[in-house]
């Protein structure tokens, strides 16, 4: 798994004590718009609005709040539209980095975005000099204490997911894009419910860094970069050992 995936389900695990909550729910509330946009705002035929929507609960988001968002994406009430950018760079020991942006003021956001980059010692990278290295994936987790291995293994399979793999306390299911949401659709109908889901992007090459500070390095990075408001998501192809992940994770709370 990359370093992302393993820093961002960690930070998962503390988000609800998280002081920023009012920065949590403007990014849910983006994500919310874009979904509802993209997929239509009944949940029931829309399941990444569905996890969406899940992942908003789970952090205490009002539901007046997470309605307010759909209807503002379905175009049911007056709201932003935002526009989609993605920013490449690298991190130290030449991890890649992918920033997914959503803005409507792109103008501001490239420049904040830079900054942080030259914060943190870096630049904007040519166009798909990075994201060549991805590959678009759905990607789903499932806590690992709430299902049989080789059930769900049957299900995503047979719904058409690429592959499955035990992460620590979680399954990891990735699917092609195209796919996504049958295998959203038939978890779901099983009784299983996910820890997350969402369409991501996924390191063909990892980069192993091993180093304490060289791991602190890029962790202050992608945490300042997710900071931003109008970032919503970093990917990396970083690679570190879980113990030493944790390590690191647990001296900067």
């Known amino acids: 798994m990359s370093g992302h995936s393993k820093w961002s389900t960690i930070k998962h695990k503390k988000g609800a004590a998280d002081a920023k909550r009012g920065k949590i729910f403007s990014k849910l509330s983006k994500e919310l718009m874009v979904v509802a946009r993209n997929g239509g705002s009944d949940p029931t035929m829309n399941p990444t609005l569905r996890t969406a929507i899940q992942k908003a609960r789970a952090v205490n988001m009002p539901a007046d709040n997470i309605d307010r968002a759909i209807k503002k994406g379905a175009g049911e009430l007056d709201g932003i539209v935002f526009e989609e950018i993605v920013y490449e760079g690298y991190a130290a020991d ?29 630049s904007f990278a040519d166009k798909g000099s990075v994201s060549r290295g991805f590959e ?100 990396s192809n970083m690679d570190v050992d879980d113990a030493l992940m944790q390590k690191v994770a647990e001296e900067s709370e």
């Not at 803005?103 to 942080?116: F, G, P, Q, S, W």
């Not at 099983?190 to 980069?207: D, P």
């Open 94 to 122: 030449g991890v890649g980095l992918i920033v997914m942006v959503l803005t409507d003021n792109k103008n501001r956001a490239a420049a904040e975005v830079r900054h942080i980059f030259t914060k943190n010692s870096s």
């Open 136 to 235: 678009r994936k759905g990607q789903i987790f499932v806590e690992a204490a709430n299902v049989e291995e080789d059930a769900l293994m049957d299900i995503v399979l047979e719904a058409g997911a690429d592959d499955m793999k035990s992460e620590g306390d979680q399954f990891e299911i990735l699917t092609d894009p195209s796919v996504f949401s049958d295998v959203m659709d038939a978890i779901e109908k099983a009784g299983i419910q996910t820890l997350s889901g969402e369409l991501s992007m996924i390191a063909l090459t990892l980069v192993p860094v091993s180093e304490k500070k060289s791991v602190q390095s890029i962790m202050r990075f992608i945490d300042a970069l997710e900071d931003n408001d109008d970032v919503q998501n970093v990917y």
